[in-house]
């Protein structure tokens, strides 16, 4: 069975940083590509960054990128997403999944697991 565990949310003032974690129960974790999304209040849920199997390539939502960077430790069977100069509108809840494709995607059809998600608020 899968499970997937996000941690590391919280609340944090504008222009500061956060890390999020995902850790995996998954026996094959080396295999599938991860990605982290996010849902504000109110909205639809979002795309936010993508990575490989292997870490080598990853893909970023306009909005965030040059500040978010995703990474993986497939030894720890973990995924990170450090989140720089935050700003009020990255509050939401932040899910991470995973796709059994090898290949990132920013496409949400594409996972087919998916975590309860961590809470990040960014004050002004």
């Known amino acids: 069975q899968v499970h997937l565990v996000e941690s590391g949310g919280g609340l944090v003032q504008a222009g500061g940083s956060l890390r999020l974690s995902c850790a995996a129960s998954i026996p094959t974790f080396g295999n599938f590509a991860i990605g982290w999304f996010r849902q504000a209040p109110g909205k639809g849920r979002e795309s936010v960054a993508s990575i490989a199997w292997d870490g080598g390539s990853t893909y970023y939502a306009d909005s965030v990128k040059g500040r978010f960077a995703i990474s993986r430790d497939n030894a720890k069977y973990t995924v990170y997403l450090q989140m720089n100069s935050l700003k009020p509108e990255d509050t939401a809840v932040y899910y991470c999944?995973?796709?059994?494709?090898?290949?990132?995607?920013?496409?949400?059809?594409?996972?087919?697991?998916w975590g309860q998600g961590t809470q990040v608020a960014v004050s002004s």
């Open positions: 999944a995973a796709n059994p494709r090898t290949y990132p995607s920013l496409e949400q059809w594409e996972y087919d697991y």
